[in-house]
Nanobody, 117 residues
Framework: VQLQAYGGGLVQAGGSLTLSCVVS????????MGWYRRAPGKQREMVADITSGLSTRYSDFVKGRFEITRDNAKKTVSLQMNSLKPEDTAVYYCAVKRPMSRDYNWWGHGTLVTVSS
């Protein structure tokens, strides 16, 4: 199973970016798909996730600004990021979880988002 994330880049504060992640390989069912990020000098943290039933969770620091969506048929997950702030600068990782799994099973390599002030 491989995850390919793309869409990162440099954007000014207040701008928008959309990240996408495509899952390939043999995987029978995907329960949850998520986005995490790691800012310089900080630990990785959850940004948002979405289940196969389209239930979503967001960390407080992105609520109202980011939106996570998924396409089950295409095995993709996207993250629309609006009103970006310099503190959103990080490497963003997508991840997927099988049913009944506590932790995420597969991770992408990450895509860098840089927000300039």
């Amino acid at each position: 199973v491989q995850l390919q994330a793309y869409g990162g880049g440099l954007v000014q504060a207040g701008g928008s970016l959309t990240l996408s992640c495509v899952v390939s390989g043999s995987i029978s069912r995907i329960y949850a798909m998520g986005w995490y990020r790691r800012a310089p000098g900080k630990q990785r943290e959850m940004v948002a996730d979405i289940t196969s039933g389209l239930s979503t969770r967001y960390s407080d620091f992105v609520k109202g600004r980011f939106e996570i969506t998924r396409d089950n048929a295409k095995k993709t997950v996207s993250l629309q990021m609006n009103s970006l702030k310099p503190e959103d600068t990080a490497v963003y990782y997508c991840a997927v979880k099988r049913p009944m799994s506590r932790d995420y099973n597969w991770w992408g390599h990450g895509t860098l988002v840089t927000v300039s002030s």
